[in-house]
């Protein structure tokens, strides 16, 4: 299994509408792309974060799968028209869950 983790850092200006877009249309991406086992996303709310406003976590089988979903229409329409022009830094983070054999 795979654990795919990705946080957001959104311009100050973004608006709570796109904010609430883009927190929306990832979540929807579960019944869109099959490929994804789980998936959560959410606004931040402490205070450690270093400015990251936003996450999103989702498990994978393999490490194909996790490529097929970051190549998926569905993904990249939310990642260009959504995130990228709101965005200021995204960071992402994949690891094989242990004992999975990946």
Do not use: W
Request: overall charge negative; charged content about 20%; glycine content about 6%.
């Amino acid at each position: 299994m795979i654990e795919h983790i990705v946080l957001f850092q959104f311009k100050p200006d973004a608006s709570p509408e796109s904010l609430s877009a883009v927190v929306s249309r990832l979540r929807e991406l579960k019944g869109k792309i099959p490929q994804i086992l789980a998936l959560s996303c959410g606004e931040n709310f402490c205070d450690r974060a270093q400015g990251f406003t936003h996450g999103l976590i989702a498990r994978f089988q393999d490490s194909a799968s996790l490529q097929a979903y970051q190549d998926h229409p569905a993904h990249q329409e939310v990642v260009q028209t959504l995130i990228k022009p709101i965005a200021v830094n995204i960071l992402a983070m994949d690891y094989a869950i242990p004992g999975d054999g990946e």
